[in-house]
Structure formats: structure tokens, C-alpha cells
């Protein structure tokens, strides 16, 4: 059965930084992480494919840093500069990606999440 299992989330002072991991248990072609916070939809923020073309949502982009390790079937995400409102629980989440081209334009519908990782940022 595959497996996504997220580590690394924790509580830190407005302006600090995280990281996060993610392990699979398979490899995929798209893997990235989307985050939800109380009261709040999802919100997809990172995708990384098969190339290393990683795509950032606006809100993360230049604060967060995706990466992959592909022979390790690792996802990272270093969170710098972090603010309240980065305050969410989240979540690593994974496709094989055999049914959609753009991994970033098909966020969405990843076939694999993991159970979530909590990240508090207070001030």
C-alpha cells in the first residue's frame, strides 16, 4: 500500500524556518504539498516533477524551497521567513502521474496524501 509520511513540522517565532520531509513508499512522477488552516480551504502550493521543475504558489514563492531527492523517494520543503498566516497543517501528497501531463496544473488531483504535519507560527 503506498505511503506518503510527512516529518519535520513544529513551532517557531514569526521569521524562523522549518523543514519538512516526506517520505514515499513508491515513486512519483509529481509529488508537492498543499497545506490547510483552520476555517480555510486547501491551498496546493508546491510542485516538483520528474525534471526537478518545481512550481511555487505566490504566496510561498521566495520564502519556501521545495526539493527532491529522486533515488530516495524524498520530498523536502524548507520554510524560511515564516508569518502567522503560514500557520496550517500540512500535507505531502503524491501522483504516479500516468494520468495527466503538468504535475503543477494537475495539483489538485494527486492520487496519494499523507496524514499531515502541523506547523504553528506565532508572533
Known amino acids: 500500500q503506498e505511503r506518503l509520511d510527512e516529518s519535520g513540522g513544529g513551532s517557531v517565532l514569526v521569521g524562523g524556518s522549518l523543514r519538512l520531509t516526506c517520505t514515499a513508499s513508491?515513486?512519483?512522477?509529481?509529488m508537492g504539498w498543499f497545506r490547510q488552516a483552520p476555517g480555510k480551504e486547501r491551498e496546493f502550493f508546491a510542485t516538483?516533477?520528474?525534471?526537478?521543475?518545481?512550481t511555487y504558489a505566490k504566496s510561498v514563492q521566495g520564502r519556501f524551497i521545495a526539493s527532491k531527492d529522486k533515488g530516495k523517494n524524498t520530498l523536502y520543503l524548507q520554510m524560511n521567513d515564516l508569518k502567522t498566516e503560514d500557520t496550517a497543517i500540512y500535507y505531502c501528497?503524491?501522483?504516479?502521474?500516468?494520468?495527466?501531463?503538468?504535475?503543477?496544473?494537475?495539483?489538485?488531483?494527486?492520487?496519494?496524501w499523507g496524514h499531515g504535519t502541523q506547523v504553528t507560527v506565532s508572533s
Open positions: 501528497m503524491a501522483d504516479v502521474g500516468n494520468r495527466f501531463d503538468g504535475c503543477w496544473q494537475s495539483r489538485t488531483v494527486f492520487e496519494y
Open positions: 513508491f515513486y512519483g512522477r509529481c
Open positions: 516538483v516533477d520528474d525534471t526537478g521543475e518545481i
